[in-house]
């Protein structure tokens, strides 16, 4: 370990030749390109080409840390993920938070490079400074609970914690996502099925070394400077009570929750998963990732009479979103049912949830019929249905394996492309962008395709009052993106801006590396990743024509609540957008921007 955050190594493991070898990892490249999804993006740039499958052998995971990773510095528990994605065909990446990341950093590493493809199922045992690919013969097939129990086992550690895929990734679904300790997930974009492309099940990791930071009592002191902060700041208490589900009374009062496949924007049943309820009827106790003051997480249970006893963490809001009200779903004993049916077979629960309403909404026009859904009512709200629906998807069956290659794919074979609420082939989260105009953009210029995370600018929105103008949003989406952009390669988790300030961010910086970051470098450093994003879609024939949305958005008005009447002018929002990027107007960065960016 260097004395400056960095581990100062990176992990590469060849799953073909079976070949481990380690890396120097400068700090310069954490000075350039921050850390995390920064470093994500520059080596899924240099060694992985645009223009291959998704699930070619010539893809990889690449998984990065932030500097602050396995610091005392709030909420640096996020570690990303990078690769070409088998659903989108773009460039994607994924966040997870929890334990796994600050874990790899503690055995010596701040990125593991996955590359090539076993013969036969595998999973990698990193201890420290020894490394082995292990057998998975008798993993494979296993959900996610029983594969990290099983691990835990046969490693007799009950401490080391796995990220690994379900029965969805072994079966190469374009929506499977990666699950680390059983409940994080790196959640969008198929990540799940890349890594079950590789035949390799799981990464488990168990480290014990020392991060040592350039000022480890200047840290200390800013840091009991930052938690009081977090206790007097309105946001992060009430996400300590209620969870990300305190956003549901909100969104959904202000009409722009997804209900019914997108063809509503509130309900009065919503209600009944309003925050302070979801803590009343399910949460148990509280959880909390590696060094957050707010414990966001909710374990969560409830005894019915349809499925017997569910426990599980969460759901969260986006997961409650998209398979709950996005399904017509009224009741928490159906979300809590199919959020750990996702959570078991290791599907991205957005996605998938965005899946089942496409299929609801096929099955009530007439679109599918009982012979195409094997006798399943996929009738809004009917949960057992849906329940059945995922175990299709995860295992591909029936036009469960329409659904698997993803919601753009299946709406084209059944005839109803209109109907597939999605961006570059990736679902929405919950925000119908007629009710926030901001977030069409958000949407529609996601690197990754229709992904909240990129720009979530929502919030500023409804507190300026100004959600439904079209005007002045390119400048907020442009500068959220590149706070987002700066925020995932350092490593910590959104929620705890709610505390942890830009200008402290960057005194952290300096005390964890030595190196005085300023906010100019910080922000030139976060437009130069969202641009090499960019161009890595461009180099695979992405341009403005990609950028969209679907038509229920920009032709169909809202049809009731506060948001009636809303509909989205994309082309106006689109051209101002790219001239605030310094884009050209079909969308592609030019070249006066790129050599500023040196890139």
Same mark, same amino acid.
């Given at each position: ?294 414990? $966001? ?7 019915? /009479?349809?499925? =017997?006893? @569910?426990? *599980?963490?969460?759901?969260? !809001? +986006? ?22 049916? $996702? ?7 957005? /996605?998938?949830? =965005?899946? @089942?309403? *496409?299929?609801?909404?096929? !099955? +009530? ?28 998807i995860a295992y591909k069956k029936g036009i469960g394996a329409d659904l698997a290659e993803g919601p753009a794919y299946a709406a084209e074979k059944w005839g109803a492309p209109e109907l597939a609420m999605h961006s570059k082939g990736m679902t929405f989260a919950v925000y119908d962008p007629r009710g926030a105009k901001g977030m069409a953009l958000t949407y529609a210029t996601s690197p990754k395709g229709a992904h909240h995370m990129v720009a979530p600018v929502f919030g500023g929105e409804m507190a300026a009052g100004n959600r439904f103008e079209e005007k002045g949003k390119e400048t907020l989406v442009r500068n959220t993106q590149l706070n987002f952009a700066a925020v995932d390669s350092l490593g910590f988790c959104a929620t705890c801006q709610n505390g942890f300030l830009r200008a402290d961010q960057l005194k952290a910086f300096k005390l964890v590396t030595g190196y005085e970051l300023t906010e100019e470098k910080m922000l030139f450093n976060a437009e130069r990743i969202f641009n090499m994003e960019r ?65």
């Amino acid at each position: 370990m260097t004395k400056n955050g960095i581990a100062g190594q990176l992990l590469r493991v060849n799953l073909t030749t079976k070949k481990i070898t380690n890396e120097q990892l400068p700090l310069e490249m954490f000075i350039d390109y921050l850390g995390g999804r920064g470093l994500g993006a520059f080596y899924l740039d240099k060694e992985v080409d645009p223009k291959i499958h998704g699930l070619s052998p010539e893809n990889k995971l690449i998984f990065f840390n932030g500097p602050f990773s396995g610091t005392m510095v709030p909420g640096n528990n996020k570690i990303n993920v990078a690769f070409k994605s088998p659903l989108t065909n773009t460039y994607s990446y994924s966040l997870c938070g929890g334990h796994f990341g600050p874990e790899l950093k503690f055995a010596g590493y701040d990125g593991l490079i996955i590359e090539g493809k076993s013969e036969e199922p595998v999973y990698l045992w990193i201890d420290n400074d020894k490394v082995e690919i292990k057998s998975a013969d008798k993993l494979w097939g296993q959900k996610i609970a029983d594969t990290d129990h099983l691990i835990k086992e046969e490693l007799n550690d009950q401490k080391i914690h796995v990220a690994c895929i379900g029965p969805a990734g072994e079966n190469q679904v374009n929506i499977a996502c990666v699950t680390s300790d059983v409940f994080r997930e790196f959640g969008r974009g198929g990540g799940g099925a890349v890594m079950g492309s590789k035949n390799l099940k799981a990464i488990a990791v168990r480290g014990s070394k020392d991060v040592e930071v350039a000022d480890p009592e200047g840290l200390m002191e800013l840091v009991a400077g930052l938690y009081p902060n977090f206790k007097k700041n309105p946001k992060a208490q009430i996400r300590r009570v209620e969870g990300t589900n305190e956003l549901v009374r909100g969104i959904n009062n202000a009409g722009f929750m997804c209900t019914k496949n997108f063809s509503e924007g509130t309900s009065e049943a919503n209600k009944e998963f309003e925050g302070s309820l979801f803590r009343e009827k399910v949460v148990y106790n509280d959880v909390s990732c590696y060094a957050c003051p707010i414990a $966001c997480g909710k374990n969560s249970a409830i005894v019915s /009479t349809k499925y =017997g006893a @569910v426990k *599980l963490e969460g759901p969260e !809001f +986006e997961t409650l979103g998209l398979l709950g009200t996005n399904c017509g779903l009224t009741n928490w004993e159906d979300v809590l049912h199919v959020s750990a049916i $996702c959570d078991a077979l290791g599907l991205d629960s957005i /996605t998938a949830g =965005g899946c @089942v309403s *496409l299929a609801m909404e096929c !099955f +009530e026009k007439g679109i599918l019929t009982l012979k195409d859904t094997n006798g399943l009512e996929l009738s809004f709200g009917n949960g057992k249905a849906e329940a059945e629906l995922l175990e299709m998807i995860a295992y591909k069956k029936g036009i469960g394996a329409d659904l698997a290659e993803g919601p753009a794919y299946a709406a084209e074979k059944w005839g109803a492309p209109e109907l597939a609420m999605h961006s570059k082939g990736m679902t929405f989260a919950v925000y119908d962008p007629r009710g926030a105009k901001g977030m069409a953009l958000t949407y529609a210029t996601s690197p990754k395709g229709a992904h909240h995370m990129v720009a979530p600018v929502f919030g500023g929105e409804m507190a300026a009052g100004n959600r439904f103008e079209e005007k002045g949003k390119e400048t907020l989406v442009r500068n959220t993106q590149l706070n987002f952009a700066a925020v995932d390669s350092l490593g910590f988790c959104a929620t705890c801006q709610n505390g942890f300030l830009r200008a402290d961010q960057l005194k952290a910086f300096k005390l964890v590396t030595g190196y005085e970051l300023t906010e100019e470098k910080m922000l030139f450093n976060a437009e130069r990743i969202f641009n090499m994003e960019r161009m890595y879609n461009v180099k695979n024939g992405f341009a403005r024509k990609d950028d969209t949305l679907p038509k229920r958005f920009t032709e169909e008005p809202m049809a009731f609540g506060e948001s009636k009447g809303q509909v989205v002018d994309l082309e106006t929002l689109l051209d101002n957008y790219y001239a605030a990027m310094g884009w050209n107007n079909d969308g592609v960065p030019t070249e006066e921007k790129l050599q500023a960016l040196g890139l």
